[in-house]
């Protein structure tokens, strides 16, 4: 069948396809920054793209290199948990008189 599709028909057919996906990708993505207390224009600024770039993959829009920047975007959260988790362990041994 997508054989006899024309290009825009395939391109149109694979946004459907992805549109799931992509949303509930977006939405975690959104979920996670949010829960960190990074504005859209902080999370643009440390992962060297625009804000505009962030919201569209963020609500599920088709964007450039989006595996790129998902995979940028998951590495940016890891070590900001990473960080925060240091920050927690270095002040219960304060806290512990260690």
Do not use: C
């Amino acid at each position: 069948m997508k054989q006899n599709m024309s290009n825009e028909q395939r391109k149109e057919q694979f946004l459907i396809d992805n549109y799931v996906k992509w949303n509930e990708e977006g939405q975690y993505f959104r979920k996670k920054r949010n829960q960190l207390g990074l504005t859209l224009n902080r999370a643009a600024e440390l992962l060297g793209t625009s804000s505009t770039r962030i919201r569209k993959f963020e609500i599920g829009e088709p964007i450039s290199m989006a595996n790129h920047l998902k995979k940028t975007y998951s590495l940016l959260i890891d070590h900001i948990e990473l960080h925060a988790a240091i920050l927690d362990l270095r002040e219960n041994h304060k806290v512990g008189g260690h």
